[in-house]
C-alpha cells in the first residue's frame, strides 16, 4: 500500500494558484500539460527551446540545483544484467534517431517515445512508486514514460519535482523582478507563460472573467506606484497583496 505522500497531491503553493486562478487556468489541467511535455530525448539531446524543451529542463534544473547541496550517495538501478544490456540497446537507439538529419524534432520526439516506453518497462522502479497521482481527491494526473524516467534517473519522487515546478511559478514574483530587471533562468516560469498566452488551450473557458480585466486594467497603475521599492522582495510582497484581493474576488 501507498503512503498518502506517495500518491496525493496534498500542497499546492499559493502564488501558484493565485497565478493559475487569475488566467482562468485548472491546476489539473496545467500539471498534466506540463507532464505532458517532458521529453527523456530532449534531456539527452538539444533541441530548439519550446515547450517541450522548457518542461524538461525545468527538472533538469532542479536536479542539478538539488545535486549541489545533497550528500547522499546514488543508489544503482534494480536491473538485471539482461536489462541493463537491452536498455543500453535502448539509449543507442535513441542516440541514432538524433541523427537523423532528415526527421523534424516533433518526428525524432514521437520516435524516441516508443523507446523510453520500453526502456521504463525494463526497471525495476526505485523513486516512482505509482503512474497515477491524485489531486483534491477527485482528479487525477497520469505520470507519462518520459515523466518517470527522469525522475528514475533523478532520484527525485514525481511529487516533489511537480512541486517545485509549481513553486516556481508565481505572478508576483514575476512582476517585481520585470519591473527591476531582475529576471532569473526559470524554465517551469516560461512554459506557464506560454500556456497563460493559449499554449495547450487548457483554460477553463474562452472567456477572460471580468474581474481579471480589472486586474490586467489596474496593474498598469500598480507598476507605476511601486517605483519607489527597489528591492526583489519588496515588490513581491506588495504585488502579492494586489493580486491576493483579485484572487479574493474570483473565489468568492
Known sequence: ????????????????????????????????????????????????????????????????ERKEFSQKQERPF??????????IQLIRAI??????????????????????????????????????????????????????????????????????????ISEADLEARMGLGKEVENPALAFYLKVRDGYGNIFNDEFIKPITLDYLDELQRMRLSLFIYRSVEERTEKHREFLDKYYDLLTA
Open 95 to 168: 542516440a541514432q534517431i538524433s541523427v537523423q538529419k532528415d526527421q523534424s524534432i516533433k518526428k525524432k520526439r514521437k520516435k524516441a517515445k516508443h523507446k523510453v516506453q520500453k526502456l521504463f518497462n525494463l526497471l525495476n522502479p526505485n523513486t516512482v512508486k505509482a503512474t497515477t497521482l491524485y489531486l483534491y481527491e477527485d482528479q487525477s494526473l497520469r505520470l507519462s514514460p518520459d515523466f518517470c524516467m527522469l525522475c528514475e534517473t533523478h532520484r527525485i519522487s514525481p511529487i516533489e519535482h511537480l512541486t517545485n515546478v509549481m513553486e516556481q
Open 1 to 64: 500500500m501507498h503512503k498518502p505522500e506517495d500518491v496525493n497531491i496534498t500542497y499546492i503553493p499559493h502564488d501558484f494558484k493565485v497565478s493559475l486562478t487569475l488566467f482562468n487556468l485548472s491546476i489539473q489541467r496545467f500539471l498534466q500539460c506540463f507532464i505532458d511535455h517532458v521529453s527523456f530525448y530532449d534531456s539527452l539531446f538539444p533541441t530548439k527551446v519550446d515547450a517541450y524543451e522548457l518542461a524538461t529542463r525545468a527538472l533538469q534544473k532542479y536536479s542539478f
Open 78 to 87: 534494480d536491473m538485471s544484467e539482461e536489462a541493463r544490456d537491452q536498455s
